[in-house]
């Protein structure tokens, strides 16, 4: 089966950094997402991209997100200037079309000191 | 605002048994409701959903509007079944923003 793929999987930076955490979605697929899960927390929705435009966004998603597509291939999350909160484990997901199956990344466990 | 409950952080039943994981909801739309998946080391990868009233793996879930709920159930466990399970609503019309409890870690002990 076809998958998501991030990189890296673990990131470690210093507080105020940028980082940019990349994705690779299903080679077809449309609609791409960023997910987060602070440790203990829930799975928290970020970001939905389509069409090459941001579709829906939560309120977590200020002005230090943003999102990219820039080559065809890759979904990047940018945070600009990284705070102690940020630390989580980022998720990239994608999908081929409303309705079909959402298909998650394995995840990139960002570690903000 | 919608919320979705998952109230056993954790879950300990012994092989053969049945399971139950347990999920309510809140939202004054019409939902749609999911349940996902994380076995140990490995990815989120979705279990099922409501519209597609289907069994996955043994496992079946029907949607209660009148009690808002979407339990999670099998009626013999297995241990390949250890995982973290997730309830998940997504609005109708809505574009995939998905709205997770806090998961239920299952343990199916031999």
């Known amino acids: 089966e076809p998958e998501v793929t991030q990189t890296p999987s673990h990131q470690v930076t210093q507080m105020g950094q940028e980082v940019i955490l990349r994705c690779v979605p299903i080679s077809n697929h449309l609609y791409f997402y960023w997910y987060r899960q602070i440790l203990g927390q829930k799975v928290e929705f970020l970001v939905s991209?389509?069409?090459?435009?941001?579709?829906?966004k939560s309120e977590i998603f200020d002005d230090q997100f943003s999102v990219e597509r820039p080559d065809g291939s890759n979904f990047t999350l940018k945070i600009r200037s990284t705070k102690l909160e940020d630390s989580a484990m980022y998720f990239c997901a994608s999908m081929n079309g409303v309705g079909e199956k959402l298909f998650f990344g394995s995840g990139t466990q960002l570690s903000v000191l | 605002a919608q919320r979705v409950t998952q109230p056993e952080k954790l879950l300990s039943v012994f092989k053969g048994a049945p399971v139950e994981l347990k999920c309510n909801y809140s939202y004054s739309g019409s939902p749609e409701l999911f349940w996902y998946v994380q076995y140990s080391r490995q990815r989120l990868q979705l279990l099922l959903r409501h519209i597609s009233r289907e069994s996955i793996k043994g496992f079946t879930a029907d949607l209660n509007k009148g009690e808002t709920s979407f339990h999670l159930k099998k009626p013999f466990a297995q241990e390949e079944d250890s995982a973290m399970y997730y309830c998940a609503l997504k609005r109708g019309g809505s574009n995939y923003k998905l709205t997770f409890g806090k998961g239920t870690l299952l343990t199916v002990n031999p």
């Open positions: 991209f389509y069409n090459n435009e941001i579709s829906e």
